[in-house]
């Protein structure tokens, strides 16, 4: 048994649960008489739905398929070998499952050095090798191919990248070393630093062929065919491939600098994995691969063991699993259909809202307000967005024109109301308007409409509570960007009944957005946290910690943005509203800032202003502010900070304002843009030790989102 059989076997009773790639092996005569040709094939016997993947027993099944296609080339029976994948997917690399069982060290260098053995001997074939990239590729499945002598694509591949850095890994299996050697560094370093670090932006077959990753490209009905028309006329010398020459000079440096600046940008030191990645890419500048190979081992062994990639892997699975199957939602059976959607308000908010229900929808929506010129101006934002994406080839004219004729305005309630199966309001955000919205609303509502409400703090219940029949609202609270950030928080009043309530989760899946059910508490999970954690931040600038320092101080977090660009986005106004509803809630621990009322009072939009195209702090706004004469360091800034958002995370799991703490890492990732490389924002508080020094214990039990002991 050789050292890589044990080793992958060894990795296979580690993973008993893996589903096993299989590597069928058949023989395919060229055209053009080129001779004959063995073809492997990736599939785990299931559709395109479960994607093929890489675990030891997988590795172990193409290895296998590599001694048979090793023994024919030395016999001189294949004139060349090739891989593709099962319909519509190549392979989409490690499997993570498997990952997330190993517990040590060596175990986990198993894994990398595995990998490798297998991939290299793909390189090592006496005849030329070709990957056809048939489908969907990612993580090993690109590298399987990068071992390759030649590779083509599908245009119509939709999904193709190199995520480990997105989760917390490198691209161990080759992907570090060979790639840089293949299309240059700054292109390397833009598929796996920048690219990965962008939310895991993904590649499309096009970009796949211009990037220079692949060598052909060719249309999927019939890519097959062509990838092996293309491949015979390569081995009988009618094509010579043509590579870019690699600048291994300074270029070389310059590229792995940048993504240093990448990487500092986003996650500011704070998680590993880009570094290493980056390490690697500059060691095989001088082309020694196998020292690049050995340090991928390496460095996959010790992402794999750290708290990082376990998180990592943790808010995936999160927002790959639990945000599809929604805890606590009643049965989709008891949802009523949706054949008509209103819209209370017509201001930017109420007009994405709209937007977002006729693209996803397709049904019939009117939008109604207090004057006509308002109404027109929603309803014509609604149709410029929709002419914007005619422009942008993402819709076709007939399409543009549908959309365009189910959006409408109305004064009148009872004509836009009437046949309406769901209305939402975004009016003002003041118990008392909302009230008489909803008053006005069941008047010309049909009695199985579903009332809902947009409120990102305000109760549900309250909202609900002078209407004859308060079982049918239900809380629906967007985030802003409304087509951007996927969160929907569903809000349970205390009469809300199931039908309304699966109403409102049937139509968020149809909107393609990610659901949690929240308990009807103040500013419900996102706000509630996010106003605490604000709250601390401005109670220590307004104690007297410079603002710079405040803003250092929490950089290791990684955030999407500052604190106090946050707040400018968010609008001071709407944050002293929500500060103040919770200061009313929870006084002992929501303050209402003096300084941040003063900023409102004045009109301000923030803190900053831009001068000769720098963001500098308003002189104006300086002016309006005081000051105590509590300085922190920036080690205490973040430790304060957390410290309060621990807290509120303990108060709120034993009140039940969610399921469980999966449900708030949810809500933060996909409402919040809470960085994905911290895992969530409760395993990161776990792996800090601030959950114990302030709750007296974790938040999640060892082995969620980090090694299991």
Request: proline content about 5%.
């Amino acid at each position: 048994m050789s050292t890589t059989t044990e080793l992958l076997t060894r990795g296979a009773e580690l993973f008993p649960g893996e589903v096993v790639t299989t590597a069928h092996v058949r023989h395919l005569d060229l055209p053009l008489r080129a001779g004959r040709l063995a073809l492997i094939t990736l599939d785990n016997g299931f559709d395109h739905t479960k994607p093929t993947t890489f675990g030891p027993g997988s590795l172990l099944k193409l290895g296998e398929a590599l001694d048979q296609v090793e023994a024919e080339a030395a016999e001189g029976a294949i004139v060349g070998a090739a891989i593709t994948g099962k319909p519509f997917i190549f392979a989409v690399g490690a499997d993570l499952k498997g990952v997330e069982l190993l517990r040590e060290h060596a175990d986990a260098l198993a894994i990398g050095k595995g990998g490798h053995e297998v991939f290299k001997r793909i390189a090592a074939l006496p005849v030329p090798t070709f990957a056809f990239y048939n489908g969907a590729a990612m993580g090993g499945g690109v590298e399987v191919g990068l071992h390759c002598d030649y590779r083509t694509v599908s245009a119509g591949v939709p999904a193709f990248s190199l995520p480990e850095v997105f989760l917390g890994l490198v691209p161990g299996w080759g992907g570090c070393t060979i790639l840089p050697n293949l299309i240059g560094p700054a292109k390397a370093v833009k598929v796996i630093i920048e690219n990965s670090m962008a939310q895991n932006k993904q590649l499309k077959g096009k970009d796949v062929f211009e990037l220079g990753i692949a060598d052909a490209i060719f249309e999927p009905a019939d890519f097959l065919e062509q990838s092996l028309l293309w491949a015979a006329r390569v081995l009988k010398g009618d094509v010579a491939v043509q590579r870019e020459a690699i600048d291994r000079g300074k270029a070389w440096d310059d590229a792995v600098a940048w993504g240093r600046l990448v990487a500092d940008a986003k996650v500011h030191g704070a998680a590993p994995a880009a570094y290493r990645a980056l390490d690697i890419i500059a060691q095989v500048k001088d082309e020694n691969l196998q020292a690049g190979f050995d340090a991928e081992d390496a460095a996959l062994a010790d992402l794999i063991m750290g708290g990082e990639l376990r998180g990592g892997i943790y808010a995936f699975n999160l927002v790959q699993r639990r945000a599809k199957r929604p805890v606590g939602a009643p049965d989709k059976s008891l949802a009523r259909p949706v054949s008509k959607v209103g819209v209370v308000g017509a201001g930017l908010m109420a007009s994405q809202l709209a937007l977002l229900f006729a693209r996803r929808l397709e049904v019939p929506v009117v939008l109604t307000d207090i004057d006509q010129e308002r109404v027109d101006k929603g309803v014509g934002y609604v149709h410029a967005e929709i002419d914007k994406l005619l422009e942008k080839g993402r819709i076709g004219k007939d399409k543009s024109n549908r959309l365009k004729g189910l959006v409408s305005g109305s004064l009148d309630k009872a004509a836009a109301f009437g046949d309406a199966d769901f209305v939402i309001e975004a009016v003002f955000e003041e118990m008392g308007v909302k009230q008489t919205v909803f008053a006005d609303l069941e008047n010309v509502v049909s009695p199985t409409c579903v009332l809902a409400t947009n409120t990102s703090s305000l109760s549900v219940t309250e909202m609900a509570s002078k209407l004859k029949h308060p079982e049918r609202v239900v809380g629906f609270h967007f985030f802003n960007p409304v087509a951007i950030l996927p969160l929907l928080e569903i809000v349970r009043g205390e009469r809300t009944d199931d039908a309304s309530l699966a109403t409102a989760f049937g139509v968020s899946k149809k909107l393609k957005k990610t659901s949690v059910l929240v308990k009807d508490a103040p500013a419900f999970v996102v706000n509630r946290i996010l106003t605490r954690f604000m709250g601390e931040i401005q109670n220590i600038i307004d104690e007297g910690t410079p603002i710079a320092t405040v803003e250092k101080g929490v950089e290791p977090l990684g955030l999407p943005m500052s604190p106090i660009v946050l707040l400018e986005l968010v609008g001071p106004a709407i944050a002293l509203h929500v500060s103040e509803t919770l200061h009313g809630a929870f006084p002992e621990r929501f303050t209402v800032s003096g300084n941040l009322g003063r900023v409102v009072k004045a009109g301000k939009r923030g803190f900053y202003t831009w001068v000769d195209g720098r963001q500098v702090l308003d002189p104006e706004v300086l002016e309006l502010l005081s000051f105590g004469d509590t300085v922190l360091t920036e080690e205490q800034v973040l430790a304060r900070s957390l410290e309060a958002v621990a807290q509120e995370i303990g108060l709120m799991l034993e009140e039940g304002v969610v399921a469980e703490a999966q449900d708030i890492d949810l809500c933060m990732i996909t409402g919040a843009g809470w960085p994905f490389h911290l895992g969530g924002i409760t395993p990161y508080l776990d792996r800090e030790g601030v959950s114990e020094r302030v709750n007296g214990k974790r938040f999640l039990a060892p082995g969620v989102a980090s090694v299991p002991a």
